[in-house]
């Protein structure tokens, strides 16, 4: 895998539909604690829902020509805050505080004691997602590093190392069932590796190292500079990319459109594929196949087209959805313009 050449994917979550999740108060947070009064939807009937409006991203995926598929995220209120507050050791009823990556205070899982995965978390949204449809299938989960840098520690003493290694050890058994239970890739998100380049050299990498130890299927890692709706302006490279060469991943996701990052860093990482983000989501107007296919080039100036897969910067959540469907078939076609180009 990838066996067709320039695989068309998502980095992660699709937006959410209207009826299903508060818009207009997602739009001021990504949150790190639970925050059910997101949900429109009841609890009654909310997982109904949440599997209804699932199959819509699954369908506009298909409908887009995307070739290897995730779940939307749809469950989730954001990328990280499901799966961190699944886990033992957090009190859910009284939250902690960091600072998120603009330096703003942030309610996050506060950890009160051992950071243990009881029960799988996303094993059922792999199997639902498996379920319907038939093509290749991607699931993400928040990393260890980023879970352990947006978390208030109550328990270890400030020992960063030991806290990240615990939500490490979680990460890999659920990367394990999420292989065991079908899926074709398993995504770490680990935006703060950007964000804290020197924690991340300090003990990110041993994290996530445990993380991927003995892992048996294609991972990705992904590294970002956040969500443009939230971090305004980007830098022209990444602080910290070169480093995850020297990890077990066999993807690294990265984002090269809005930021026009210059790609040949990526000949520093000879051993790993790319997922290369060729759409601005800080645009709302959607691309041209043309310009899609222009940054698709930029990156085949450095790194083969074998190890190249075509996706967005970076999660679509905060899009309108008729602008995220718009931007994945442009995205499609301009990696279909590619591969013809390349015969």
Same mark, same amino acid.
């Given at each position: 895998?990838?066996?067709?050449?320039?695989?068309?994917?998502?980095?992660?979550?699709?937006?959410?539909?209207?009826?299903?999740?508060?818009?207009?108060?997602?739009?001021?947070?990504?949150?790190?604690?639970?925050?059910?009064?997101?949900?429109?939807?009841?609890?009654?009937?909310?997982?109904?829902?949440?599997?209804?409006?699932?199959?819509? !991203?699954?369908?506009?995926?298909? $409908? +887009?020509?995307?070739?290897?598929?995730? =779940?939307?995220?749809?469950?989730? *209120?954001? /990328?990280?805050?499901?799966?961190?507050?699944?886990?033992?050791?957090?009190?859910?009823?009284?939250?902690?505080?960091?600072?998120?990556?603009?330096?703003?205070?942030?309610?996050?899982?506060?950890?009160?004691?051992?950071?243990?995965?009881?029960?799988?978390?996303?094993?059922?949204?792999?199997?639902?997602?498996?379920?319907?449809?038939?093509?290749?299938?991607?699931?993400?989960?928040?990393?260890?590093?980023?879970?352990?840098?947006?978390?208030?520690?109550?328990?270890?003493?400030?020992?960063?190392?030991?806290?990240?290694?615990?939500?490490?050890? !979680?990460?890999?058994?659920?990367? $394990? +069932?999420?292989?065991?239970?079908?899926? =074709?890739?398993?995504?770490?998100? *680990?935006? /703060?590796?950007?964000?804290?380049?020197?924690?991340?050299?300090?003990?990110?990498?041993?994290?996530?190292?445990?993380?991927?130890?003995?892992?048996?299927?294609?991972?990705?890692?992904?590294?970002?500079?956040?969500?443009?709706?939230?971090?305004?302006?980007?830098?022209?490279?990444?602080?910290?990319?070169?480093?995850?060469?020297?990890?077990?991943?066999?993807?690294?996701?990265?984002?090269?459109?809005?930021?026009?990052?210059?790609?040949?860093?990526?000949?520093?990482?000879?051993?790993?594929?790319?997922?290369?983000?060729?759409?601005?989501?800080?645009?709302?107007?959607?691309?041209?196949?043309?310009?899609?296919?222009?940054?698709?080039?930029?990156?085949?100036?450095?790194?083969?087209?074998?190890?190249?897969?075509?996706?967005?910067?970076?999660?679509?959540?905060?899009?309108?959805?008729?602008?995220?469907?718009?931007?994945?078939?442009?995205?499609?076609?301009?990696?279909?313009?590619?591969?013809?180009?390349?015969?």
């Amino acid at each position: 895998m990838p066996e067709k050449l320039l695989p068309v994917t998502m980095v992660g979550s699709y937006p959410q539909p209207d009826w299903l999740i508060d818009k207009d108060m997602l739009s001021k947070m990504v949150p790190r604690a639970l925050e059910k009064s997101l949900w429109r939807v009841p609890e009654p009937l909310l997982e109904e829902a949440q599997n209804d409006a699932t199959l819509l !991203a699954i369908r506009d995926q298909e $409908r +887009a020509g995307l070739d290897i598929l995730t =779940d939307g995220e749809i469950r989730r *209120e954001s /990328y990280f805050n499901r799966f961190a507050n699944a886990l033992e050791g957090v009190d859910l009823e009284h939250p902690g505080e960091a600072l998120n990556r603009v330096g703003k205070p942030s309610l996050v899982p506060r950890v009160t004691s051992p950071i243990r995965r009881g029960a799988p978390v996303e094993v059922s949204s792999l199997e639902f997602l498996r379920q319907h449809t038939d093509r290749q299938v991607k699931i993400t989960i928040p990393g260890p590093f980023t879970m352990s840098t947006l978390a208030q520690d109550d328990y270890y003493g400030g020992d960063k190392l030991a806290i990240a290694m615990d939500y490490a050890v !979680a990460v890999n058994e659920e990367i $394990r +069932a999420l292989f065991a239970a079908g899926a =074709d890739v398993v995504q770490v998100d *680990e935006p /703060y590796m950007q964000a804290q380049p020197e924690l991340a050299r300090e003990y990110g990498i041993a994290a996530l190292n445990r993380a991927l130890e003995g892992v048996q299927g294609t991972t990705c890692v992904h590294i970002c500079f956040g969500y443009p709706q939230f971090v305004k302006g980007r830098p022209s490279g990444y602080s910290f990319l070169p480093e995850l060469e020297n990890t077990p991943c066999h993807q690294v996701s990265i984002e090269t459109a809005q930021s026009k990052l210059d790609c040949a860093v990526l000949k520093e990482l000879p051993s790993k594929s790319f997922l290369v983000g060729v759409l601005d989501l800080s645009d709302p107007a959607v691309e041209s196949p043309e310009t899609v296919a222009a940054r698709i080039r930029r990156a085949l100036e450095h790194i083969p087209p074998e190890r190249v897969i075509v996706a967005p910067d970076c999660g679509m959540k905060y899009l309108p959805r008729e602008v995220a469907f718009g931007k994945l078939r442009a995205m499609a076609e301009g990696a279909a313009m590619v591969r013809n180009e390349l015969g």
